[in-house]
């Protein structure tokens, strides 16, 4: 794992969009896993003010509510159409989202892994994590290897997530989210974190043994993953100071 620990949110989503841009330019065509939740604004609206070109890119995101239609206000369609996609010249069928909506959840689920297999596999996938280290929503104890499928979302996430909602009783308690599997299959990882909130799951991500409970963990054991971290986000890892100086001493060549 490479540790990139930047002063603010704003300069490490900088450095967040510069790496999916070098990877556009050098595969126009490349295949990006999105994430949605607060973690990935900053990172879109530096997407969006590079005006890069999308056009050939295709986009696979983690994640959907089950049961909130693509035009509700609170559904990972409407979010992405917001804060990226209508700012962007990606033509909308190389747009995947889960389909909250789906009758039969099972069928959809292996048709959207089949779509990932049928565009190549993803280039890059970005992650956020939650208070309790899932990744997706793949909450804790989900298996390492799991698909994409449906998920119940703890009380924890529910909490979390209900300051999207007008009251806590409206945050769905189903999810279709990619499978920690899924994720590990892409090519390279951007763990996004910002805020004391996410300290703890970073610090057992990061320097915590591999396990289930809490399934970023599993990142450990991916060969190219790059987290990107505010200082309060790191400010419970014990080798930040080591994390800051591979950094500060990288290759010439390795630097973005
Ligand atoms: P957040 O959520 O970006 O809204 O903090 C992250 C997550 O739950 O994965």
Known sequence: MEIIIQPTPEAASQIAARIIARLLREKPNAVLGLATGSTPLLLYQELIRMKLDWSRVTTFNL??????????????????HTHLFRH???????????D???????????HYEDQIAAAGGIDLQVLGIGTDGHIG?????????SR?????????????????FRSLDEV??????????????????????????????????V???????????????????????????ASELKRADYYRWVYD????????
Not at 101 to 108: E, G, L, Q, R, V
Not at 137 to 145: G, I, Q, T, V
Not at 208 to 222: D, F, K, Y
């Open 63 to 80: 994640d959907e509510y089950v049961g909130l239609p693509p035009d509700h206000p609170q559904s990972y369609h409407h979010f992405m």
């Open 88 to 98: 962007i010249n990606i033509p909308p069928n190389q747009i995947h989202i889960p």
């Open 100 to 110: 909250g909506m789906a009758k039969d959840i099972p069928a959809f689920c292996k």
């Open 137 to 145: 929503f793949n909450e804790p104890s989900s298996s390492l290897a």
């Open 148 to 164: 994409t499928r449906i998920k119940t979302l703890t009380d924890q996430t529910r909490r979390d997530n209900a300051r999207f």
């Open 172 to 205: 769905p308690y189903h999810v279709i989210t990619m499978g920690i599997g899924t994720i590990m299959e892409a090519r390279q990882i951007l763990l996004l974190a910002f805020g004391k909130h996410k300290a703890r799951a970073i610090a057992e991500a």
């Open 207 to 233: 320097e915590g043994p591999i396990t289930a409970m809490n399934p970023a963990s599993v990142l450990q054991l991916h060969p190219v993953v790059k987290v990107c971290l505010d200082e309060a986000a």
């Open 249 to 256: 001493h990288k290759p010439a060549w390795q630097r973005g």
